[in-house]
């Protein structure tokens, strides 16, 4: 089975702060994707992968990067986090046949 | 503009009773449906699939139903469970869609009264 590995779970972050969320794969899938999911919003994708060194945005960019340095990493940056960026944060890994997703990490920005 | 609308944000259902969970899309080119169920403080876990060549696959307790002139798929759940009050996604895809991420709805919240 794919596993997916969040670093963390919970996360409180002050405003300003710049924030590292780490997601590893075990497998060997070229793709790997961020989501935040928001009451109401469902999943919404903020940037994507398919190979390293390679990103791609998604719908919701804005304040976010991410870094593929390696094929089993990928990171997502909050530059200088916000209060609207109180979210849970989804990795996955996978294609079009179906993702498998971490368990995801609950980001507080107070 | 929403490809993929789950018009339904929450849904109640007895235990024992029948859940159909209802997902509409728009983008023709879509030809693989899957269905994630949620529970919070957990990643989605994936439930079912259906390609656009089938009208129905089954799984269990867990059914979907493809309507490809209407654009329209629903998930069943018989008999419903309390184990099964989550929030549910539907996504679809194409199946020659090289790197095209899946596209998701909104999702609907399902609770399953004991």
């Known amino acids: 089975d794919v596993k997916v590995t969040q670093s963390s779970r919970y996360l409180v972050k002050r405003t300003g702060e710049k924030v590292f969320l780490e997601c590893v794969q075990d497998?060997?899938?070229?793709?790997m994707f961020w989501y935040r999911q928001d009451p109401g919003l469902g999943l919404r994708l903020i940037y994507f992968s398919y190979d390293v060194k390679m990103k791609e945005k998604g719908d919701i960019p804005e304040g976010y990067s991410v870094s593929r340095e390696k094929k089993e990493r990928f990171s997502l940056i909050l530059e200088s986090a916000s209060t609207n960026q109180t979210s849970m944060y989804l990795c996955?890994?996978?294609?079009?046949?179906?993702?498998?997703f971490g368990s995801g990490t609950r980001l507080t920005v107070v | 503009d929403q490809q993929v609308k789950q018009n339904s944000p929450s849904l109640s259902v007895q235990e024992g009773r029948i859940s159909i969970l209802n997902c509409d899309y728009t983008n023709s080119m879509f030809d693989y449906f899957l269905w994630y169920k949620k529970y919070p403080a957990e990643g989605p876990t994936f439930l079912i699939s259906i390609s656009s060549i089938k009208d129905k696959n089954e799984d269990g307790r867990f059914t979907v139903f493809l309507n490809k002139s209407a654009k329209h798929l629903s998930l069943h759940i018989v008999p419903s469970q309390p184990g099964d009050s989550a929030v549910y996604f539907c996504a679809a895809s194409v199946e020659g869609g090289g790197n095209t991420p899946l596209v998701f709805g909104k999702g609907t919240r399902l609770s399953v009264i004991a």
């Open positions: 996955a890994t996978g294609v079009n046949y179906g993702y498998t």
């Open positions: 497998m060997d899938h070229e793709n």
